[in-house]
């Protein structure tokens, strides 16, 4: 009977030191929301003038670009997986790869190839379990993305889809890359603290008026001269705007993966606080047994001992 | 103070890609782009242009100036609005020399031209202020 009150006694403990480093997660998740919001929110006035440049390119000349051109028979897809480097965040990392394999199939069934580029330790980890190929991976930036990052990312990207398209991309990077002639993302939408969801977006070839920087549709745009031409400055602007997209899609996954760890932390805290309080009044019940049986031997043995005695006289 | 020859001040904008570097009123902006030297003064007609890597100069409306290296991007100026988009963009006083130019001989070790160019901006902004 000591011995279960010991073993309830070390459960608890135990317990309890998870607890604590839970709530600490927890704690630290909710901070770093709040940073990446403001990063987020920081990130957003180059996105906000960067869509307006192009929409006015895009809007007042007539320059075909092959990052905005359509293909008339796309064979080849990438996809870009935008998952955490870590676990510890409920279904995060799992519901976006549920998700690609949903779009994987679509694509498929359209009679399109694909390569799949991964961000996040953990889409590597999930490809590499069911040897599955993908072409690049990018680690290590998950929680807390730098611009660095996205034009990383984009430079492979747009090099792919130029490739695709015969045209010079002007970036090279070390990757080897396959020509695709679309490019896909999936990545986790921050609604709220509460909501996150999965999303998939087309990213190339471009639909340049969809995003939630859009400009107003009042907002009338002037009449710009373009130097040195137009066709010039789109082409410059492009690739730029498919960096700002990436680095826009990063930033939403890493709040939606700070808050989904948030909410996995507090549930995983709360659960431990209820375990605590079973194990204590298990531990309380046996202690209570224990007691209660060591006095009913005593008082056995005390009856037992005056009777003999009473026997004797 | 007012600039002289108009009344109005421009409005302007220098952002990076993750952050507003400088905002606040002008006189006048000094940039290099991909055709030459740009100077915006009040009432400038709308325009679009490509920067090159370099240093852009701002008149602000209390007569200061504003130095900030940026590397390739793009400056746009539509009623009395300037906006100066570049990825890098970094004030005078945000830049460490010794940094800089460790960044231009990586750069050129790397063989990395708009790398370097980018770093000789930074060191340009240095020299001049």
């Known amino acids: 009977m000591a011995a279960s009150v010991r073993e309830l006694r070390a459960k608890i403990r135990s317990t309890q030191a998870t607890k604590k480093i839970t709530r600490a997660m927890e704690l630290i998740a909710a901070s770093r929301i709040i940073k990446a919001q403001q990063h987020a929110a920081a990130a957003a006035p180059y996105a906000r003038e960067l869509t307006r440049a192009v929409s006015a390119v895009a809007t007042f000349s007539n320059v075909d670009h092959p990052l905005t051109t359509e293909k008339e028979n796309p064979t080849r897809a990438a996809v870009l997986v935008i998952t955490s480097d870590r676990g510890l965040a409920g279904s995060y990392s799992s519901s976006v790869l549920k998700e690609t394999e949903r779009l994987a199939e679509k694509l498929r069934s359209e009679g399109k190839e694909i390569d799949f580029y991964l961000a996040g330790r953990k889409s590597v980890a999930y490809f590499k379990f069911r040897d599955l190929d993908h072409v690049t991976s990018w680690t290590g930036f998950s929680d807390k993305p730098q611009y660095e990052d996205a034009r990383t990312i984009g430079e492979v990207l747009v090099e792919a889809f130029a490739e695709g398209e015969d045209v010079e991309s002007g970036a090279s990077t070390d990757v080897e890359v396959r020509p695709v002639d679309e490019l896909h993302i999936v990545f986790t939408r921050f609604k709220s603290m509460l909501t996150q969801e999965p999303d998939v977006i087309r990213l190339l070839p471009l639909e340049v008026v969809e995003g939630t920087e859009a400009p107003e549709d009042h907002e009338l745009l002037p009449l710009y001269e373009f130097e040195p031409s137009a066709s010039e400055v789109l082409d410059a602007l492009l690739p730029k705007y498919v960096n700002s997209r990436i680095y826009y899609c990063l930033l939403q996954a890493a709040a939606s993966e700070l808050a989904a760890r948030q909410k996995a932390m507090k549930s995983a805290t709360d659960n431990a606080q209820d375990l605590i309080e079973k194990y204590t009044r298990t531990a309380n019940q046996a202690r209570q047994a224990g007691i209660t049986q060591e006095i009913s031997e005593i008082v056995g043995g005390a009856n037992a001992l005056a009777d003999a005695t009473a026997g004797q006289e | ?129």
């Open chain 2, 1 to 129: 103070m007012a600039p002289s020859g108009s009344g109005q001040a421009l409005q302007v904008e220098l952002v990076a890609a993750d952050r507003v570097v400088w905002s606040g009123e002008a006189a006048r902006v000094l940039a290099r782009t991909a055709s030459g030297d740009l100077g915006v003064l009040a009432n400038h007609a709308p325009l679009l242009s490509l920067l090159v890597p370099g240093v852009v100069e701002i008149e602000t409306a209390g007569g200061e100036r504003v130095r900030a290296a940026v590397g390739d991007g793009f400056l746009s100026v539509s009623d009395n609005r300037v906006s100066i988009l570049s990825e890098d963009t970094f004030l005078a006083e945000e830049i460490v020399e010794s940094d800089a130019r460790a960044e231009l001989e990586r750069a050129a070790a790397d063989g990395d031209d708009l790398a370097a160019l980018r770093a000789e901006a930074k060191l340009r902004v240095l020299q001049r202020s």
